[in-house]
């Protein structure tokens, strides 16, 4: 049996307890729900694996507690402390050269001469890291390629019985998964959209910013072309629904649920996983969502959408 333990000093305690044990905990963290364990353990790192269901081939983000643990795990160039000055803690994931001493367990990497790093802005992750004393890798607290869980009993109707523990802070505040970038001498490559945009990493750093990767080439987590799913089909663009469906809605408009009837981009990204754990678990066949801008934050909406609907 899981159990949702509510965030306090006894209950971190206990997570913390576990993740010394080798198991995985849930934890929030500003962007998503996350399935923690300890980053340098084999046996831990399988266990998330195991969990998720997740295939090998695809790597795991590290949460470090502070720059100085991010560089022992891994080589951080200029334009990477830059990013790091600018945007940590908080959700930026950093892909980075991996220190041979590391300590961190090879299957983290999936293969790859590269970690991807993050220092979380959240409380509760980040007293989990301290408490612990481990780097700890954590994907989203979820069966691998379903809808990421912002609230605690996400993680429950997913992961019930594979996992021991949840710690539950409420929803998260973004909603999105964290951004992932190659941070370069000359540029900075986007790998996955997320709170943080384009534009910001570009007035941050004054470099021209990439978005995508190589075609078929997994660099980071995120990148797989059905991801975030539900269990019905996805309709996209969609301004009104057929009779079997469930419509998620943007802006003024009908729809059985709204991601934000100001069309704020920040609050439908933060409402965007919510509803679409709404719809899967309605009587509808299907799911029909409205169309999103693409700029700023609209841009990781519509990624995480295009994935949902793949």
Not at 16 to 41: F, H
Not at 135 to 143: D, I
Not at 163 to 178: A, Y
Request: glycine share 6%; net charge neutral.
């Amino acid at each position: 049996m899981t159990k949702i333990s509510p965030y306090g000093a006894a209950s971190l305690r206990e997570a913390a307890m576990l993740i010394r044990a080798g198991e995985p905990v849930a934890v929030p963290t500003e962007t998503v729900y996350g399935l923690a364990a300890d980053a340098t353990d084999d046996r831990a790192v399988a266990a998330i694996f195991a969990a998720k269901g997740r295939p090998s081939f695809n790597p795991l983000i590290v949460h470090v507690a502070d720059l100085a643990m991010a560089q022992s795990l891994a080589a951080l160039n200029p334009v990477a402390l830059l990013l790091a000055d600018r945007f940590w803690p908080g959700p930026l994931t950093m892909i980075l050269p991996v220190r041979r001493d590391s300590g961190l367990s090879p299957q983290i990497m999936a293969g790859l001469p590269t970690v991807a790093l993050r220092l979380p802005a959240h409380p509760a992750m980040r007293a989990l890291i301290r408490e612990s004393g481990r780097p700890l890798a954590a994907p989203s607290a979820n069966r691998s390629g379903s809808i990421s869980p912002t609230r605690a009993e996400h993680v429950l109707a997913s992961l019930d019985g594979r996992i021991r523990m949840i710690l539950d802070e409420g929803p998260t505040s973004e909603g999105l998964e964290s951004t992932i970038v190659a941070p370069e001498d000359t540029q900075i490559r986007v790998l996955r959209p997320g709170p943080i945009t384009t534009a910001m990493l570009e007035q941050a750093a004054g470099l021209p910013v990439i978005v995508g990767a190589p075609v078929g080439r997994v660099e980071a987590p995120g990148q797989l072309e059905s991801h975030y799913a539900p269990s019905k089909p996805v309709r996209l663009d969609a301004l009104t629904a057929a009779k079997d469906e469930y419509l998620i809605g943007f802006g003024l408009m009908p729809c059985h649920a709204n991601l934000s009837p100001d069309a704020d981009l920040r609050e439908a990204a933060a409402q965007l996983f919510a509803a679409l754990h709404q719809a899967d678990a309605s009587a509808a066949a299907r799911i029909a969502i409205a169309p999103i801008p693409s700029e700023g934050l609209g841009a990781a909406i519509n990624d995480r959408l295009r994935r949902a609907a793949a």
